[in-house]
């Protein structure tokens, strides 16, 4: 499964399966986790400058020795930068933090900065996403996109955009199926990136995850996981845990689709994403 790829709409290959570094503490938590999903076999790794772990996630490829054109490796501008200049000032820190030539995909975090959910920052995206323009065309980022942004913030950048996202990174799991912003994109083939497919851990001991996780002989996590690439999701489930990153990327099984539809109509959110 590890090897499972989906194709960004400009042709650049995305394996499904990454590890996410949400909450990974930085220094040698990250830079341990990371080495051991290496190892395991992954073969993308999702990190951000608002994590500040950019630095161990790139000692850690370093050190595992793979070639750097075998990793996929995204990571993310902080949400509150909103201004071009600020944007490619930004950048330049988290390749000198990753200590890397290139990143595989660049990301604007999220629509609003963190300390202001929800307000409006609309010419700052433009902004920050001409900058992506530039640096997309510089090479140093081999695919551009957002995270976060919902229909319409996506509509907003791309009345000025020459390049439409390649990707949009969302909280999507079991309890929040993200409908509108899945369809929306899928139609301007902008490639699904769930984040927090376990709604980070609450998720697993959900009456109705774990009755399903029993019907198909799978665990919980493997249930949840599933459920995020039969939507047609990359997906990036967290775990420090070498074991837990093994049985995560073990997910070789479909779910029918009478039981997609019941997930898909299930709305229990613990997080209230967007
Ligand atoms: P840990 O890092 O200690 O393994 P999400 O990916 O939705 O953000 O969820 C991450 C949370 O789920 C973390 O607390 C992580 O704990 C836990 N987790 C990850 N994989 C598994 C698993 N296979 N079984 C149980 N818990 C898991």
Known sequence: ??????????DTTL????????????????YHAVKDALEAGYIHIDTAAGYQNEEAVGRAIKDSKIP??????TTKLESHVKTYQGALDAFD??????????????????????SDIGSNHDAGNIEAWKALETIYASGRAKAIGVS???????DNILTEATVVPHANQIGLFVGNPQTETVDYCR????QIIAYSPLAIGYALDDPLVTEMARKYAVTPAQLLIRYTIERGAATLPKSTHAA?????????????????????????DPRKFN
Not at 68 to 73: A, D, L, N
Not at 93 to 114: E, F, G, Q, R, T
């Open 187 to 190: 139609e301007k083939q902008i």
């Open 93 to 114: 820190a988290s390749l000198k933090a990753l200590d890397m030539p290139y990143v595989d995909l660049y990301l604007i975090h999220a629509p609003w900065p963190w």
């Open 1 to 10: 499964m590890l090897n499972l790829t989906r194709r960004l709409h400009n």
């Open 15 to 30: 394996p499904v399966i990454g590890l996410g570094t949400w909450q990974m503490p930085p220094g040698e938590v990250t």
């Open 68 to 73: 750097r054109e075998s990793v996929f490796v």
């Open 244 to 268: 837990r990153m093994k049985e995560n990327a073990a997910v070789d099984f479909s779910l029918q689709d009478a039981d997609m539809q019941t997930l898909n109509q299930y709305v229990n």
């Open 148 to 154: 976060n942004f919902s229909p319409r913030d996506i």
